[in-house]
Nanobody, 125 residues
Framework: QVQLVESGGGLVQAGGSLRLSCAASGRTVGSYAMGWFRQAPGKERVFVASIRWSDGSTNYADSVKGRFTISRDNAKNTVYLQLNGLKPEDTAVYYC??????????????????WGQGTQVTVSS
């Protein structure tokens, strides 16, 4: 019922920047929040950032705080993740996700109901 499509990934050198986009379609009206997760080779999928549709309130993982910025355009049903000061350890597949119903949790993948296919971010040394 909800489709999410990420774009904007690529290969950059350490210290570079990327802007990821997540376009939402389908029955997204009334959903609560969007999140970004990432999964590096051999690692579990982990939380990166989240944002509420209603008021734009955000949460960030400690590892990206101060470097990444999540934002949203409600009119376009699109969420962005600005990646600045990229490090090799940021290399991962980045996924956007939709949380339909309010709950106190935000950092667990199980708090989200729909997922995109992912976009690869690779940061070289």
């Amino acid at each position: 019922q909800v489709q999410l499509v990420e774009s904007g990934g690529g290969l950059v050198q350490a210290g570079g920047s990327l802007r990821l986009s997540c376009a939402a379609s389908g029955r997204t009206v009334g959903s609560y929040a969007m999140g970004w997760f990432r999964q590096a080779p051999g690692k579990e999928r982990v939380f990166v950032a989240s944002i509420r549709w209603s008021d734009g309130s955000t949460n960030y993982a400690d590892s990206v705080k101060g470097r990444f910025t999540i934002s949203r355009d409600n009119a376009k049903n699109t969420v962005y993740l600005q990646l600045n000061g990229l490090k090799p350890e940021d290399t991962a597949v980045y996924y956007c996700a939709c949380r339909v119903i309010y709950s106190v949790g935000y950092y667990s993948p199980y708090d989200y109901d729909y997922w995109g296919q992912g976009t690869q971010v690779t940061v070289s040394s």
